[in-house]
C-alpha cells in the first residue's frame, strides 16, 4: 500500500484503499461466488413460495379462515375450511413456545454464564445436541407413551412433543448468542458493584435480546410446521377446542397432511390453502416478534 503523510504531523499513514493485483482479484472472485450461492439458495425458496401461493391463494377466505372442516370429497370450498385447525396451531404452538423459550433461554444462560466446564453443562450441552438430532416422529411416540396411553389425547401433549423438538434450538442458539456479547461488558457491570445476577439481568440479556429471539423464531417455524408428533398426540377434532388441557385438538399441519394424500380436488386445494395460511402464520408471528424485540431492546452506548 502507498504512503501518505498526516497533513498536521507530516507522519507517514497508511493508505486504506482497495487491494490490487492477485488480492483484487481474489477478493471479486469471492464476492461472485458469494452472490452466486445466495442466488443459488434463493432460488428453491422462490419456487415453493411460487407454488404454493398459486395453488393455495384461490382457496383463501374469510369462510376458509374462520369455518370447520367439510368431507373431504365435498367440492366447494366455501362450505368450510380450516377455523379449528389455525386455532389449534395457534394453541398448540403458543403453549409449546411458553414451555420451551423459558427453559432454553435459562439453559443457555447456564452454559455461558455459569457451567464452565463442570459435568453438569457438558452433560447439559451434550445431551442439547443429541435431542437436536432426534427425529420428530421420535418425540411423538415418547409423548404417546409417557402421555397419550395414560390421559388420552389433547393438545398439551402436542405441546409437549413439539416444545421437547424446541427446546433444544433455543439452548444451543442462546449459548451462541450469549458468548458474542463483549466481556468487557460484564466485568464493567461487576466493577461498579452489581451482582453476578444483576448483570445477566440488565446488562448481558438485553444486549442478546435479538439473537436470542431469532433462535427462539427458528424454534417456534420448525414447531408450527411438525406433523408426525401431532399425528400421536392431538387426535383429530373437527371442531374448535378452546381447552388446551382436555378433548382431541386439530392443527394445520395435520390438516395438510390428511389432506394432500387424499385423492378429491376439493380436499388437495384445502391442502395448499392450509399450508399458504401457515407460511404467513409463521410470518406474522415473525414480524410481531422483531416489533416487540425492537421495542424492548436496551441499546448499547
Known amino acids: 500500500m502507498a504512503a501518505t503523510e498526516y497533513p498536521a504531523t507530516g507522519q507517514p499513514a497508511v493508505d486504506l484503499r482497495e487491494p490490487a493485483g492477485w488480492r483484487r ?13 445466495f442466488a443459488i439458495t434463493l432460488v428453491p425458496l422462490v419456487l415453493v413460495l411460487y407454488t404454493v401461493i398459486q395453488k393455495g ?36 404452538t403458543g403453549f409449546a413456545a411458553l414451555i420451551a423459550i423459558p427453559l432454553g433461554v ?19 450441552a451434550f445431551l442439547s445436541d443429541v435431542m437436536t438430532g432426534v ?7 415418547f409423548i404417546f407413551t409417557i402421555w397419550i396411553l395414560h390421559f388420552g389425547y389433547s393438545g398439551v401433549a402436542g405441546a409437549f412433543a413439539l416444545a421437547c423438538l424446541m427446546l433444544p434450538i433455543v439452548i444451543r442458539s442462546t449459548e451462541e448468542i450469549l458468548r458474542l456479547v463483549p466481556s468487557g461488558l460484564r466485568e464493567a457491570s461487576l466493577a461498579l ?21 431469532s433462535g427462539a423464531l427458528l424454534a417456534v417455524a420448525r414447531a408450527a410446521g411438525e406433523t408426525a408428533p401431532l399425528l400421536f398426540t392431538i387426535g383429530a377434532a373437527r371442531q374448535v ?7 382431541a385438538n386439530t392443527a394445520l399441519s395435520t390438516q395438510i397432511f390428511r389432506n394432500a394424500q387424499l385423492p378429491f380436488v376439493g380436499a388437495q386445494e384445502r391442502a ?18 422483531r ?8 441499546p448499547l452506548r
Open 106 to 124: 435459562l439453559g443457555g444462560v447456564y452454559l455461558n454464564e455459569y457451567g464452565g466446564t463442570s459435568w453438569l453443562a457438558r452433560l447439559l
Open 272 to 289: 395448499w390453502g392450509a399450508a399458504l395460511t401457515l407460511i404467513v402464520l409463521v410470518v406474522l408471528l415473525t414480524i410481531l416478534a
Open 241 to 247: 377446542n378452546t381447552h388446551v388441557f382436555s378433548g
Open 57 to 92: 391463494a384461490s382457496a383463501i377466505s374469510w369462510q376458509f379462515l374462520t369455518g370447520g372442516p367439510i368431507p373431504p370429497n365435498v367440492l366447494p370450498l366455501g362450505v368450510g375450511g380450516m377455523g379449528p385447525a389455525v386455532i389449534g396451531t395457534l394453541e398448540i
Open 193 to 213: 458493584g452489581a451482582s453476578r445476577a444483576r448483570t445477566i439481568m440488565t446488562v448481558v440479556l438485553p444486549a442478546a435480546i435479538p439473537g436470542i429471539t
Open 135 to 141: 427425529p420428530s416422529i421420535v418425540m411423538g411416540l
Open 25 to 37: 482479484t481474489k477478493n471479486q472472485i469471492a464476492t461472485i461466488l458469494m452472490w452466486a450461492a
Open 291 to 298: 416489533v416487540v424485540t425492537k421495542r424492548f431492546s436496551v
